[in-house]
């Protein structure tokens, strides 16, 4: 039950008004002044992390939200529960305590959580208007490093980023960086920049200018577009108008978010970006969204061996598929590209070598769910018809890619296609695609998003691609704001001096970091990248994978560093799995068990071998009996890892 509490309602009388805001455990504060600007600073025990920094929203009719006279100011107070669909975790915590500032043409709307500070306009308006121009400035208190992944002044990007590490200053100011960003503050604290909740308005990257401070920006509203980019299916943007967005009466905007922690693992397993976004629809019903694991063809490039036909878009192929999906308790099959002919802007034409009906009819005796590729503008521009037709032949679902905006059009494609799927109990995988921002709090039929420098980069990029680092980099910085779909599980494996560029591609690092990798990163619809004759060559690691779940009841992070090691422990029922990674420095690692609350557990572990600093597909799996009370000791390889599967 949500508690509610009013806390005050006051009149400003003063030209400058200060009020403050605390966390509930009264950590964190901000310190907000109403005045001719609004500015906020923000503080942690009493250590400042943000100097004032101005928010305001320019209309296009002169209107400015977040300036001139405050009316007056409500507090409110909540300590409330939820209980996600297809999530890392089965219960939510969210408990703030809130502000609210009243102006006579807008709401501004502060939040101050144990792990953030969040703000967000509401209009008042009662008739549709356009958004000119934001500031949102993140005025840090010193010159700190970052971690940053940047566009060079474009706003057309697939959103895969590596992570640079600098100082504040020494960012290029061209340079756009995408969300989250990471500021690495004193006395281990680290600041990510987040937003939640862009159903309708463009996603917001931060650009420097030679100081401590970062500025938001966004991409203007599209007024040109044409086909172009990837076999001609996508929109490329010719011009822009002089405006951001166009909205409705009463629109409230996305959270602006400054998340705090003081332990590096508790940013890698935060709720924030899912906790702010909307909750699904009163009385819907998201019973039906199946979560799982899903055998796919185009990172292996159909490694089929010892069959009698040749592998490749056909449907004995994708028979060989599902009997391996069936086989091992695989949920689904992915239909990546090509299944459709080329060069056509609808998916109504699918090449002669694919019977789909047959597919589907055979892959349902299976039980294993068909979930098909879909450039983004052939599924958008018919896109009722789309889900239509192939929920009523069957299919469970589409991987829709090439978005490559995050614009206001785009943006409202994102919720468009999330409401018209679910219309037809279909989940959805956004390839091409920006970080997650809550809709799949308010969709749970979209399980998840790219947006991350994922494995697949491995199918072109030498050793000069830091694939171990990048690794452990991103679950603190992307995965702070939701699911990743970085498609791991690769049974070639190369060490650091045996790596190599192929054709039939490999990862970096050891099997068992691709293991640990099942465990760490939030995947609810969680590829298998190798192909089915890699995984029946490896049992014992084709047997962890088929068992390892895709959503859990409690996610707990154990220890980590940015750029160093992962280690993190997810229950399903009365069954954890513990995992871990590191990048390409070699570390004993001594694991507290505490969180399994005592009793006597067996272990199942899978680690790295004796040799896996030279042979990366070197692994040991053993068993022994552990309890809470008692740390377990793993070594991890250089580029390694571990896995565990614990039950009493």
Request: contains cysteine; hydrophobic residues 40%; negative net charge.
């Amino acid at each position: 039950m949500a508690a509610l509490v009013l806390l005050g309602t006051v009149a400003a009388s003063a030209a400058d008004k200060k009020i403050q805001v605390m966390s509930p455990d009264g950590h964190i504060v901000a310190n907000i002044t109403a005045g001719k600007n609004l500015t906020y600073s923000v503080f942690y025990d009493g250590d400042c992390l943000l100097k004032d920094s101005k928010i305001e929203m320019k209309l296009t009719d002169g209107n400015v939200y977040g300036s001139g006279k405050m009316q007056k100011f409500t507090r409110r107070s909540v300590n409330d529960k939820f209980r996600p669909v297809a999530y890392k975790r089965a219960e939510v915590i969210d408990h703030f305590n809130e502000l609210t500032l009243s102006y006579k043409n807008c709401d501004v709307v502060f939040r101050a959580y144990d792990d953030c500070i969040a703000y967000r306009f509401v209009s008042k308006s009662k008739k549709a208007f356009k958004v000119k121009s934001e500031t949102a400035e993140f005025n840090f208190a010193e010159d700190w490093n970052t971690w940053a992944g940047f566009s060079w002044g474009a706003f057309e990007s697939s959103f895969e980023n590596i992570y640079e590490y600098s100082k504040l200053s020494a960012i290029h100011p061209e340079k756009m960086a995408f969300l989250p960003q990471m500021i690495d503050a004193p006395k281990g604290i680290k600041i990510n920049i987040m937003e939640s909740a862009l159903y309708k308005y463009p996603g917001m990257y931060l650009q420097a200018d030679g100081t401590s401070k970062l500025h938001g920006l966004w991409p203007q509203m599209p007024k040109e577009l044409e086909m172009g980019g990837y076999n001609n299916i996508q929109e490329i943007v010719k011009s822009r108008h002089d405006y951001l967005a166009e909205c409705k009466a009463g629109e409230a905007f996305p959270w602006r978010i400054v998340a705090i922690s003081t332990r590096d693992i508790d940013m890698a397993t935060n709720d924030i970006v899912y906790r702010l976004g909307d909750a699904p629809a009163k009385g819907s019903d998201f019973s039906w969204v199946k979560p799982g694991k899903v055998a796919w063809d185009w990172w292996n490039g159909f490694y089929v061996t010892g069959v009698d036909f040749v592998a490749g878009i056909n449907n004995d192929t994708y028979k060989h598929y599902i009997d391996f999906a069936s086989e091992n308790g695989i949920e689904y099959i992915i239909m990546d590209d090509g299944w459709s002919q080329e060069g056509y802007s609808d998916l109504f034409h699918i090449v002669p070598e694919i019977d789909l009906e047959e597919l589907i009819a055979y892959a349902k005796e299976r039980n294993v769910g068909i979930i098909l590729w879909a450039g983004y503008y052939a599924f958008h521009r018919d896109i009722e018809h789309v889900c239509d037709h192939y929920s009523k032949m069957g299919i469970k679902g589409f991987k829709v890619d090439f978005m490559n905006r995050d614009d206001q059009p785009m943006l409202e494609f994102y919720t468009e296609a999330a409401r018209i799927a679910a219309k037809y109990h279909l989940v959805l995988d956004f390839h091409g695609a920006f970080k997650p921002h809550g809709l799949n709090r308010t969709y749970p039929n979209v399980l998840n998003y790219e947006g991350v420098f994922g494995l697949e980069n491995m199918k072109w990029s030498g050793i000069e691609m830091d694939m171990p680092l990048n690794d452990v980099t991103f679950p603190y910085i992307r995965m702070a704001s939701g699911v990743v779909d970085y498609t791991q599980g690769a049974m070639r494996n190369g060490s650091k001096s045996t790596y190599l560029k192929s054709r039939e591609p490999m990862s970096q690092g050891t099997r068992c970091h691709q293991l640990g990798e099942y465990v760490i990163f939030d995947s609810p619809l969680c590829m298998l990248c190798d192909g089915p004759s890699a995984y029946r060559k490896e049992p014992e690691c084709l047997s962890f994978i088929s068992r390892i779940p895709t959503v859990f009841d409690e996610t707990v992070g154990i220890d980590g560093k940015v750029g160093e090691s992962v280690i993190m422990a997810k229950r399903s029922g009365e069954v954890w799995y513990l995992g871990g990674i590191t990048n390409w420095d070699q570390r004993d690692v001594t694991i507290d068990l505490g969180f399994l609350g005592g009793g006597s557990w067996k272990a199942e572990i899978y680690r790295d071998g004796a040799n896996a600093d030279r042979h990366a597909t070197d692994f040991k799996r053993e068993f022994k009996n552990v309890s809470a009370d008692e740390p377990l000791n793993i070594h991890m390889a250089s580029g390694g890892g571990f896995a565990v599967i614990l039950t009493k």
